[in-house]
């Protein structure tokens, strides 16, 4: 995995794209595998529909922090989900038909290997926007810091506010930055039809809260030994 691959920003003045402005771009990325696996992580659980983020809900989160689409410099709006799809598709195509509804470009790349994966691809798209358009604000759905810390904080120095959702769990590459914003998933307005079940340590309670255990104890020790035994 290689980080985004950023070409110098145009010069002042050289906004231009054959004599025409570039057009500013409000951009959402979403990384399925990692906010899925990163689900599960924060819940203990597979995710059920009850505990999926409700994508309708993002999408109205995102075109509303857009501004007025009448006004003068009002951006463009794109949002993109990039999935690993694998062999068994199953429901996975009603899933893919669903985000397209709500206006959601969708990149499906195949899984055929377990270390396949869509990291660069998404940093491909973010390169190509950058480009074609003013990324006045980039919005990244994913917890991965080793991927996306050094080419996001790039992109908030030459200007684009860059803000990282994802759960505060795993997402302290966003939190500790001083360039990148970052909000926790739960807080986008609908996110989720029901309150997660989880003990979120940026949010605990006066009097504390316990944390249970993702894995049964002895479970993880018969795993230990048979590993080290």
């Not at 999926?52 to 410099?73: C, L, T």
């Not at 509804?101 to 998404?122: E, H, N, T, W, Y």
């Not at 790039?154 to 001083?178: C, K, M, N």
Request: proline share 9%.
């Amino acid at each position: 995995m290689t980080d985004l691959d950023l070409a110098p920003e145009p010069a002042a003045g050289a906004d231009l794209i054959e004599g025409r402005p570039r057009p500013a771009l409000d951009l959402l990325i979403w990384d399925a595998p990692n906010i899925d696996m990163t689900l599960s992580t924060v819940i203990g659980a597979r995710p059920t529909a009850a505990s999926r983020p409700r994508f309708d809900a993002i999408a109205a989160w995102f075109v509303e922090g857009a501004g007025d689409p009448a006004a003068p410099d009002a951006p463009e709006v794109e949002a993109c989900v990039f999935a690993n799809i694998p062999p068994v598709v199953g429901t996975l195509q009603r899933w893919v038909e669903a985000l397209r509804s709500f206006g959601f470009a969708v990149f499906a790349r195949p899984k055929l290997q377990p270390d396949d994966d869509i990291d660069q691809d998404m940093l491909d798209h973010i390169a190509v926007r950058q480009h074609s358009h003013r990324l006045r604000r980039l919005i990244v759905f994913s917890g991965d810091g080793r991927n996306f810390a050094e080419p996001l904080e790039e992109l908030a120095r030459s200007g684009t506010q860059v803000v990282v959702v994802a759960f505060s769990e795993v997402a302290g590459y966003a939190i500790s930055s001083d360039l990148i914003e970052f909000i926790d998933i739960e807080d986008v307005p609908g996110a989720f039809a029901v309150p997660l079940d989880r003990v979120r340590l940026d949010a605990l309670p006066p009097d504390g809260a316990w944390l249970r255990p993702t894995r049964g104890l002895r479970e993880f020790v018969t795993t230990f030994l048979r590993r080290n035994g």
